[in-house]
């Protein structure tokens, strides 16, 4: 199955400043990475995806990039503001299984 | 967009009694239902998979007899927490997906406590 590390575990940051998230994932059979935002008590929110036959995606102050060479994606969050403290969580879609693995989640702290 | 409906939303239950508890999906067939736990500041943690019409697949370590699955239309699914303690108290939240289509639509969750 897919194993997914994701790093770090927590993230502060000063308000305007950038966010980073990485994930490595071990199968190279994924091909579809989507970011999810979790505020406390409530679902995970779908922020941004990518799939494998691309680098990189924007969405505004959100971008996603990846390297199947090495298998990593990264979340890039710019102009952080206090709206953006949440939990994120990263994950691979293995065709095969048509499942989703998940990182173990990164809380970032936006300080205003 | 896709939508998936959990139902409660939150429940308190004594020790010993079952919890059921529903997924729908709204406006879509959902081919795959996925049942996830998440405990307070963790990932989450998948618990089984049910494709409409056949038996669930539980992940190791969750007891299948004590997490009853149930996905007996493309438009529900149902969990029961039998003979519930207060280790089962958790954050539990379904997702359904079609086949052929990447990715989730979660429902909202249910925080279920034992007491």
């Known amino acids: 199955g897919e194993n997914v590390e994701q790093h770090p575990s927590t993230l502060s940051v000063q308000e305007g400043d950038s966010a980073v998230i990485k994930c490595t994932y071990s199968?190279?059979?994924?091909?579809?990475f989507p970011w999810y935002k979790q505020e406390l008590g409530k679902r995970p929110q779908l922020i941004i995806d990518?799939?494998?036959?691309?680098g990189e995606k924007k969405d505004q102050r959100i971008a996603v990039t990846l390297n199947k060479t090495a298998k990593h994606f990264s979340l890039h969050i710019t102009e952080t503001q206090p709206e953006d403290s949440a939990v994120y969580f990263c994950?691979?879609?293995?065709?095969?299984?048509?499942?989703?693995?998940f990182g173990a989640g990164t809380t970032v702290t936006v300080r205003a | 967009g896709a939508v998936v409906s959990q139902h409660p939303s939150r429940v308190i239950c004594k020790s010993g009694t079952s919890v059921k508890i529903e997924c729908r999906s709204l406006?879509?067939?959902?081919?795959?239902m996925f049942w996830y736990r998440q405990f307070p500041k963790q990932s989450l943690m998948l618990m089984a998979t049910?494709?409409?019409?056949?038996?669930?697949?539980?992940e190791q370590g969750v007891e299948k007899d004590k997490f009853l699955i149930n996905h007996a239309s493309l438009t529900l699914s149902t969990l029961t927490v039998t003979s519930a303690h207060p280790e089962d108290s958790s954050f539990y939240i379904c997702?359904?997906?079609?086949?052929?289509?990447?990715?989730?639509?979660f429902g909202s969750g249910t925080r279920l406590t034992v007491v």
């Open positions: 199968d190279s059979a994924s091909n579809y």
């Open positions: 990518i799939r494998s036959n691309v």
């Open positions: 997702s359904a997906s079609i086949r052929g289509n990447y990715g989730y639509t």
């Open positions: 049910s494709n409409e019409g056949s038996k669930a697949t539980y």
């Open positions: 406006d879509f067939q959902a081919t795959t």
């Open positions: 994950a691979a879609w293995f065709s095969n299984d048509y499942k989703l693995s």
